[in-house]
């Protein structure tokens, strides 16, 4: 079946620091792989996309390459800031994405 | 309005009773999602509707839970008899098309807690 796991938080960083926040998938078929954040008080929002393999989404100076070899879907920033701090879900689609598929959520806490 | 907007933002209610959570999704969004959150998971996929085509509900936990879409608009999530493991976080999210390419709106949730 379809699965999400991704690396518990919390993930403590200062600002200007890098972050990966990992994210691995198992599926069937072909998915799409999201990256969705919840800022605090506020609802989930989606951060970036990929729809196939070696795909990159790209946002806010968020990246996470589609690895299908490594069934992997990583987030990574180069330099984070405060106002990164926020709840990080990564997120699979089955093929005719009717069904999300969502992991339990990395909790970032950027220091000033 | 300008978001999905979801009601109640919380509900308190005693083991046994029946609930009904409301969806409002952005006016023009043709697909609607509803999902579950319990205390330090995931989301749990719980059921989807798009337009007019019978609603996917394989995500619904049990025969207690049920939902329907009414004129291709608002949804109601109903749980019947509720449980304490019913407490959670219902999120309700609507999108223009198929997620493949316009992305998921989240409501703020309805908190369910089960007493």
């Known amino acids: 079946g379809n699965s999400v796991t991704q690396m518990e938080g919390p993930v403590t960083l200062s600002e200007e620091a890098f972050l990966t926040i990992n994210c691995t998938y198992t599926?069937?078929?072909?998915?799409?792989l999201f990256w969705y954040v919840q800022y605090p008080g506020e609802g989930l929002q989606l951060l970036l996309k990929a729809t196939k393999a070696d795909d990159k989404g790209s946002n806010k100076g968020f990246e996470a390459t589609y690895r299908k070899e490594t069934t992997s879907f990583h987030l990574e920033k180069g330099s984070v800031q405060v106002s990164d701090s926020a709840v990080y879900f990564c997120?699979?689609?089955?093929?005719?994405?009717?069904?999300?598929?969502f992991g339990s959520g990395t909790k970032l806490n950027v220091k000033p | 309005g300008a978001g999905v907007s979801q009601s109640p933002s919380n509900k308190v209610t005693e083991k046994g009773k029946d609930v009904e959570l409301r969806c409002d999704p952005i006016s023009g969004h043709t697909a609607l999602y509803w999902y579950r959150q319990s205390l330090g998971q995931g989301l749990e996929f719980l059921i989807y509707f798009q337009g007019n085509s019978a609603p996917d509900k394989s995500g619904l936990p049990s025969d207690r839970f049920s939902a329907e879409r009414t004129g291709g608009s608002v949804s109601t999530l109903t749980i019947q008899r509720t449980q304490q493991e019913d407490s959670a976080v219902y999120l309700c999210?609507?999108?223009?098309?198929?997620?493949?390419?316009?992305?998921?709106?989240f409501g703020d949730g309805t908190r369910l807690s089960i007493l």
């Open positions: 999210a609507s999108s223009r098309g198929d997620a493949s390419n316009q992305p998921q709106h």
């Open positions: 997120a699979l689609s089955d093929y005719g994405f009717n069904k999300f598929y």
């Open positions: 599926a069937t078929g072909y998915p799409s």
